[in-house]
């Protein structure tokens, strides 16, 4: 007999044993037979009731040691995972704050700063002046001679410088010896044979003078021409040489006072 039938058939007994234990009603011949038959099983079941209970120990037992064992396994996938945290300090610093105050304080500004102030506006404005108006706040000129050996045999330095500054005065053009501005007349002459019946001869008269050179933020000065003109050349015979060149010379004056007064008109 299983487990389960002798817990069954013990209920059972133990049901019909109630019933009977509390019955209050009228005994009947069919009741009272019925009422015996229970009394005798709910004797045997008295004393059959330990080894009852034995039994089901023993088959729980039994049952426990029969019963196959599960075993559960449990697989577990394990993932790493990785997180990275930066992780910023802000430092706040306080730094002193400068106020800079603009305060208009009445000064006298020196009569040099307005001076170079008005010579550099006056250098980035200039003009382009024409080669008639070179000689304009000319106040005065130096006249110097340059002759070589050759011509000096047909006219003299003294001549040539009396009769070039004679026609300077006469048109009330400043001569100065020791004026700033130099005016340099050239005469080269060369014989053509050993006679000295041909000359040939060339003449240059160009006014000298300091000027400022200004290139790529560097300056300096230098004596340069600012006019050149009356320049001659040509050939002359012997007899004739030296009132060509006298001709040569006053006619080169005569263009350098005429620019002059041009440049330099009276008021």
């Known amino acids: 007999m299983g487990y389960k039938s002798n817990v069954w058939m013990s209920a059972g007994v133990l049901r019909e044993c109630s019933a009977i234990s509390n019955y209050r009603g009228v005994m009947t011949p069919a009741i009272n037979k019925h009422l015996v038959k229970a009394l005798a099983k709910q004797r045997l079941f008295l004393l059959l009731l330990p080894l009852l209970l034995l039994c089901l120990v023993s088959c729980d037992q039994k049952s426990t040691d029969i019963a196959p064992t599960t075993k559960f396994y449990y697989i577990t996938n394990t993932v790493t995972n990785t997180e990275t ?4 300090n802000t430092v706040v610093k306080e730094v002193p704050k400068e106020i800079e105050r603009i305060v208009k304080v009445p000064a006298v500004i020196p009569d040099d700063y307005f001076n170079a102030l008005n010579f550099y506006q006056r250098m980035t404005n200039a003009t382009l002046v024409p080669d008639t108006q070179v000689l304009f706040k000319l106040k005065d000129v130096h006249v110097e001679m340059l002759l070589n050996d050759e011509s000096k045999t047909i006219i003299s330095e003294d001549e040539v410088r009396a009769k070039f500054e004679l026609v300077l005065r006469r048109n ?8 700033a501005y130099h005016l340099l007349i050239r005469i080269q002459g060369l014989w053509n044979d050993d006679r000295h019946n041909l000359l040939c001869f060339k003449t240059t008269f160009q006014l ?3 000027q400022w050179i200004i290139r790529q933020g ?5 004596w340069l021409g600012s006019w050149d003109k009356g320049g001659n050349y040509g050939t002359v015979g012997k007899a004739k040489a030296n009132e060509a060149l006298i001709k040569v010379v ?7 006072a005429n620019d002059y007064l041009s440049a330099n008109p009276k008021p």
């Open 85 to 88: 945290r930066f992780v910023t």
């Open 172 to 179: 009330n053009v400043p001569i100065n010896e020791h004026s």
């Open 208 to 210: 000298y003078e300091n």
């Open 218 to 222: 560097e300056i300096h000065t230098a």
């Open 250 to 256: 006053e006619s080169a004056a005569e263009i350098f």
